[in-house]
C-alpha cells in the first residue's frame, strides 16, 4: 500500500539538527551517509515507528532555501508528534530545552501542545483521546 516514506525539512546545519532530533525530540538517526559532493542524506524519525514516516534533513544550500528554514509552512503548525505519554514526552522534551509556544491543553480530541524546533518550525505534541481506549 503506498504511504509517504519521507518529508523533506530543510535545515541550517546536518550536525545541529541530529543533534536537535536525536537528543531533544528522542528520535532515532535512520541514515547519514555521505553524497560525497558536501551534501548528505539523513534521515531521522521517532523511536519505535520502524515503518512510519521520516523527516529527511537537507542543508538549505542557497539563499532561498536559507531563507526557508524555520518557515516552511508560513508559520502554521506543520508536523505533528504523536504520543501514548504526552506528560512524559512534555516533561523529558522541556527538560532538553525544547520551546513549547503554550501550557498543555486538554480538549476533546486528545492532550495537546504546540512547541518549535530548533529553527523556529512549528509542531504539535499530541495524545489523542483514542490512545487508551
Same mark, same amino acid.
Given at each position: 500500500?503506498?504511504?509517504? @516514506? ?7 546545519? %546536518?550536525?545541529?539538527?541530529? @543533534?536537535? %532530533? ?10 547519514? &551517509? ?6 548528505? +542524506? ?7 515507528? $520502524? @515503518?512510519? &514516516?521520516?523527516?529527511?534533513?537537507? =542543508? ?22 504523536? &504520543?501514548?505519554? /504526552?506528560?512524559?514526552?512534555? $516533561?523529558?522534551?522541556?527538560? @532538553?530545552?525544547? =520551546? /513549547?509556544?503554550?501550557?498543555? =491543553? ?12 530548533? %529553527?523556529?518550525? =512549528? +509542531?504539535?505534541?499530541?495524545? &489523542? ?5
Amino acid at each position: 500500500m503506498p504511504h509517504i @516514506a519521507l518529508v523533506t525539512l530543510v535545515v541550517r546545519d %546536518y550536525d545541529e539538527a541530529i @543533534a536537535f %532530533y536525536t537528543d531533544a525530540l528522542g528520535f532515532e538517526l535512520v541514515e547519514d &551517509t555521505d553524497r560525497g559532493d558536501g551534501s548528505r +542524506w539523513v534521515v531521522v524519525r521517532p523511536r519505535g515507528s $520502524a @515503518a512510519g &514516516t521520516g523527516l529527511l534533513l537537507a =542543508r538549505a544550500k542557497d539563499a532561498t532555501q536559507l531563507a526557508s528554514v524555520g518557515a516552511q509552512t508560513g508559520g502554521r503548525v506543520g508536523f505533528f508528534l504523536h &504520543t501514548e505519554d /504526552f506528560a512524559g514526552d512534555h $516533561a523529558r522534551m522541556t527538560a @532538553a530545552g525544547v =520551546r /513549547f509556544m503554550e501550557e498543555p =491543553r486538554h480538549e476533546p480530541y486528545g492532550s495537546v501542545a504546540v512547541f518549535e524546533d530548533l %529553527y523556529g518550525n =512549528r +509542531w504539535d505534541l499530541l495524545e &489523542t483521546a483514542d490512545t487508551h481506549r
